[in-house]
């Protein structure tokens, strides 16, 4: 167990709906990052927040955002969903802002039907 | 843009072989992380190198960083089927991760 929590586990929905992925960190980390896994490919680096405030960006679609929380918990948002964007999502953190090592949440398996 | 490749994409050994994983990129790295992802789980860290030629341990696992940190490599010795998974590097410069395409291995008892 990481100490990184995500939910839901998984979520089933159709396209063009919008839905909402929660994540909360390691108590003490100030650092949430995303990413996306699909089947055939790798870890895409979506967006980092660091203590409330955009940090980094990805590969991130201009219909996905995220924020993270004055309590450090981080939210994700997909909206106008495609097929395509059936996937794992991952969220991970760190203590700092600095790109240390980061601990996973167990991720949220997206079904777009 | 930054790329960081992983060669092989996949990797089948018997139990008791050696694995290796190579990780390159496109550009010189601050740092470099492994991780590794089990089937079905979440990645987890393994290990950090930072500095130009680093060798680290960690029993069977010995990891490089190559001289001009642009390249990396993960090496198993006498693979056991607890090693099977997904291997990712993750190199860092500025202000980003950029994963590797990853290394599945898969350990035939």
């Known amino acids: 167990d990481s100490g990184v929590t995500q939910t839901p586990k998984h979520l089933i929905t159709a396209t063009g709906q919008r839905v909402t992925l929660r994540c909360s960190p390691r108590s003490g980390d100030l650092s949430v990052y995303w990413y996306q896994q699909s089947l055939d490919q790798g870890l895409q680096f979506l967006i980092q927040?660091?203590?409330?405030?955009?940090?980094a960006k990805g590969n991130i679609l201009e219909r996905f955002s995220a924020q993270q929380f004055p309590d450090l918990h981080s939210e994700l948002n997909l909206s106008s969903l495609e097929l395509g964007d059936s996937a794992l999502y991952f969220c991970?953190?760190?203590?700092?802002?600095?790109?240390?090592?980061?601990?996973f949440g167990p991720g949220t398996r997206l079904t777009v039907l | 843009g930054q790329q960081v490749m992983q060669i092989p994409q996949y990797q089948h050994v018997q139990e008791g072989e050696d694995f290796t994983t190579y990780c390159n990129s496109s550009?010189?790295?601050?740092?470099i992380q492994w991780y590794k992802q089990r089937p079905g789980g979440h990645p987890v860290f393994l290990i950090q190198?930072?500095?130009?030629?680093e060798v680290k341990k960690q029993k069977r696992l010995t990891f490089q960083f190559g001289e001009a940190k642009k390249n990396s490599s993960l090496h198993i010795t006498a693979t056991q089927t607890t090693d099977v998974g997904t291997y990712f590097c993750?190199?860092?410069?500025?202000?980003?991760?950029?994963f590797g395409t990853g290394t599945s291995l898969t350990v035939i008892p």
């Open positions: 550009t010189t790295l601050s740092n």
């Open positions: 927040y660091y203590n409330g405030e955009e940090r």
């Open positions: 991970a953190s760190s203590v700092a802002g600095g790109l240390l090592r980061q601990f």
């Open positions: 190198l930072v500095k130009s030629g």
């Open positions: 993750a190199g860092v410069t500025g202000n980003q991760f950029y």
